[in-house]
Structure formats: structure tokens, C-alpha cells
């Protein structure tokens, strides 16, 4: 069977973890080789906390969430899940990692924001988008809301939406379309 290396960034929060709902779903393409994944922002103020004990306290937090988020996946899908942290800039450090880690597939989840929050919060998953090298699933917040547990495969990419802008570098995005569209019938 084929194996698929997957990298999940997470964040801690219930959005971005909509993005596990669809490990199930990738199943039925092989064997995953998983990654969750978070990021200590390093550049992010804490009021109450000196820098060094703030930095360690978040680290302690995401290790934690990432070992628990990869329980519950084993427990419930029965998948292995490798875990990592990393300190710094969270766009940045996750497009390291996807380098590093050179997966097949990057399961991400956007908060969607949009105008002024969008500018004054800025977006990693837009970040990750443009720089990422390999192919991403966006789970968008519309999309999250409704997978608050792991859904049925045969429900999960009844229709796949490819936009080619008729670049070379768009259209190496239609293998992976085709072998979705194949294995899930979409």
C-alpha cells in the first residue's frame, strides 16, 4: 500500500484542529506517515510572566496538547502520530518544517479572517500557502464547523475544486486531484 506523509500544524485551537477530522478521510489514500506540529511564538508578549518562564510554560502547553492530540488519534483511528515543537515566528517555522519533514500532504486549517483583523493579526496559513512546495488541504471555518468528529470517508471529498491559472506549477497539482477524485469517486 502506498504511504502518504502528512504535516498538521496546529495551534491550540478548536479550528485548527478541525483539520484531524480528515486524517480518517486520508486513509483510503495508504499507509499515513503523520506529523502534528506547533509553534511557540516567540515574538507574542505575556504580561505576567518574565520572557524565559513564559516561553517554557507555552512549550510545556503545546507538547502536551500535540502528545494528546496524537492519543486520541491513535485511539480513535488507530494512527501513529509524530509530534514537534519548535520557538519562533510560526509562519516561518512551520514552512521549515514542512521542508524538513517534505510531506506529501499538508492538512491546515484557516481562520478566515478577512480586512483589518486579517492585517493587524496577519495569517499563517496564508503564509504557508504561498510558501509551502507541496500540496495543502485548506480547511476553511465553514468547513471546520461541521467536522466536529471524524467523518465518514465516502462523505469527505464528494467534490474536489482544482483552480489553474495554467502555469506549470498549478497543473502539478492534478495528479494528487486525479487520485482524490479516484479513490473517493468525487
Known sequence: MTRLKVFVPLD????????LAYLSSLRAL????????SVVDEYEPVE?????????REHNLLSTYLRDAAATIQ??????????????????????AIDDFQPDLVVI???????????????VADKVIRTS???LLVIGPNAAKAAESFPETSHAFRTILL?????????????TALRFADRYGS
Do not use: M, Q
Open 12 to 19: 491550540g485551537s478548536k479550528l485548527a484542529e478541525a483539520s
Open 30 to 37: 495508504g499507509e499515513l506517515d503523520t506529523r502534528l506540529f
Open 48 to 56: 505576567s510572566l518574565d520572557f524565559e518562564e513564559a516561553i517554557k
Open 75 to 96: 485511539r480513535e483511528l488507530g494512527l501513529v502520530c509524530s509530534t514537534r515543537v519548535a520557538y519562533g515566528k510560526p509562519a516561518i517555522r512551520i514552512a521549515e
Open 109 to 123: 486549517s484557516t481562520h478566515g479572517r478577512a480586512g483589518a483583523t486579517r492585517w493587524r493579526l496577519g495569517s
Open 133 to 135: 512546495r507541496c500540496n
Open 163 to 175: 483552480p489553474l491559472d495554467g502555469s506549470d506549477l498549478a497543473e502539478e497539482a492534478i495528479p
